[in-house]
């Protein structure tokens, strides 16, 4: 089959490829108890995120590194079943994915992402969900739309965390996950969204819809009047390194957010460096459990007064629910997927789509075009 292969760590321009002659992947080759979770799609599409950029800079090459190379990159995709094991000894929960040949689905990776950047993908079924058929008073959901959805899951767990009538500013609020976010906090009635981005002017339009946009190379934020006159209940940092100027503002005496003990919090996705290096269990230990639960606490007790509490909202639940209801606001026309580009599935193509994957300036969901519909 034809499929994107990495050759190596290193620059995207010398180590990404697109290849003829790679093995298609079938569920025999899985271990027998293993088949009944997965299937095999025909993909239809790919979206990227930054976890399939850092995978090939090498950076974390230690906890996220493929097993061996070349590797098949991408791990967000949609595509259409067309092999599903039929083992009916194994008995089935309520929960168990009922798929069959033929059927149009959405697949958010499930151990890491890898394995989908390629005409046929091995993938596990319990982050999978069927595409809605469309009918008379449904939208249709293509291919494109759908792999897009299932990458901006990020945005259905961070929403329900916000509360109706809120004040929220959003940092990154036009990237991959915000450009969602924003839709789907005015679903849940907050009632004022600030966004910050490059280009903001297009946060103004349908369907993002914030309040105010503010681009920031040409304002700081932190000093904006009206801001100021009424800070915001919650912010969320989707850009990274937001925090440190939380921890500086907070300082004076007039902020743009309110404190933990006014109910404010500050919730992230990101460590406070957006391509950070990692190179053992210790330093991830301390990027993603000591540092944040020291701020968490810190937040909470002695500087509650001052800061808003933080939050790490990275992780995302080993199930389906997230792409289930991404895919069921779309449908009703709740949630539009927001796409940066379509890329070619060509060398020049996918080079194309990691970097502006890697630039960090990507309008909305980077997707690489596998096969028409």
């Known amino acids: 089959m034809k499929a994107t292969q990495i050759k190596d760590y290193g620059p995207i321009e010398k180590v990404v490829f697109v290849e003829d002659n790679v093995p298609i992947p079938?569920?025999?080759?899985?271990?027998?108890?293993?088949?009944?979770?997965?299937?095999i799609l025909k993909?239809?599409?790919?979206?990227?995120?930054?976890?399939?950029?850092?995978?090939?800079?090498?950076?974390?090459?230690?906890?996220?590194?493929?097993?061996?190379?070349?590797y098949i990159p991408g791990g967000d995709c949609s595509g259409i079943v067309v092999e599903v094991s039929n083992d009916d000894k194994k008995k089935k929960s309520k929960d168990d994915f009922d798929a069959k040949v033929g059927d149009l689905v959405a697949f958010r990776f499930y151990?890491?992402?890898?394995?989908?950047m390629a005409e046929y993908a091995v993938v596990h079924k319990n982050t999978c969900e069927k595409v809605p058929i469309k009918?008379?008073?449904?939208?249709?959901?293509?291919?494109?739309?759908?792999?897009?959805?299932?990458?901006?899951?990020?945005?259905?767990?961070?929403?329900?965390?916000?509360?109706?009538?809120?004040?929220?500013?959003?940092?990154?609020?036009?990237?991959?996950?915000?450009?969602?976010?924003?839709?789907?906090?005015?679903?849940?009635?907050?009632?004022f969204i600030a966004g910050v981005s490059e280009n903001?002017?297009?946060?103004?339009?349908?369907?993002?819809?914030?309040?105010?946009?503010?681009?920031?190379?040409?304002?700081?934020?932190?000093?904006?009047?009206?801001?100021?006159?009424?800070?915001?209940d919650v912010i969320?940092?989707?850009?990274?390194?937001?925090?440190?100027?939380?921890?500086?503002?907070?300082k004076k005496k007039n902020s743009i957010m309110k404190s933990a003990k006014e109910g404010g919090r500050f919730l992230t996705a990101t460590s406070d460096?957006?391509?950070?290096?990692?190179?053992?269990?210790?330093?991830?230990?301390?990027?993603?459990?000591?540092?944040?639960?020291?701020k968490a606490i810190k937040s909470r007790t002695f500087a509650r007064k001052s800061l808003p509490k933080y939050t790490f909202a990275m992780s995302l639940p080993s199930n389906r629910e997230p792409v289930t209801r991404a895919?069921?606001?779309?449908?009703?026309?709740?949630?539009?997927?927001?796409?940066?580009?379509?890329?070619?599935?060509?060398?020049?193509?996918?080079?194309?789509?990691?970097?502006?994957?890697?630039?960090?300036?990507?309008?909305?969901?980077?997707i690489v075009r596998i096969a028409d519909n």
């Open 273 to 294: 460096e957006p391509w950070y290096e990692l190179h053992s269990v210790w330093a991830a230990v301390k990027l993603f459990v000591f540092a944040p639960v020291f």
């Open 327 to 366: 895919l069921d606001n779309a449908r009703s026309g709740k949630l539009n997927a927001c796409i940066h580009g379509r890329y070619d599935f060509t060398t020049d193509g996918v080079r194309e789509a990691f970097l502006a994957q890697e630039s960090h300036h990507a309008k909305g969901k980077v």
């Open 111 to 116: 151990d890491y992402p890898r394995n989908c």
């Open 43 to 70: 993909t239809l599409a790919v979206s990227l995120a930054p976890g399939d950029v850092r995978t090939v800079s090498g950076k974390t090459r230690e906890l996220q590194g493929p097993p061996s190379f070349p």
């Open 135 to 191: 009918s008379e008073k449904n939208i249709d959901i293509t291919p494109v739309e759908a792999a897009a959805l299932a990458s901006a899951c990020p945005a259905i767990c961070l929403a329900d965390r916000v509360k109706k009538g809120e004040r929220v500013l959003i940092f990154g609020a036009g990237g991959g996950v915000g450009s969602h976010l924003c839709q789907l906090l005015r679903q849940r009635g907050v009632s």
């Open 26 to 39: 079938r569920l025999s080759s899985l271990p027998e108890k293993k088949r009944n979770d997965y299937m």
């Open 236 to 250: 969320f940092d989707l850009a990274s390194g937001q925090w440190p100027e939380i921890v500086k503002h907070s």
């Open 200 to 232: 903001a002017e297009r946060l103004l339009d349908k369907p993002i819809l914030c309040d105010v946009a503010i681009d920031y190379n040409a304002e700081d934020v932190w000093t904006r009047k009206e801001f100021l006159e009424a800070p915001f």
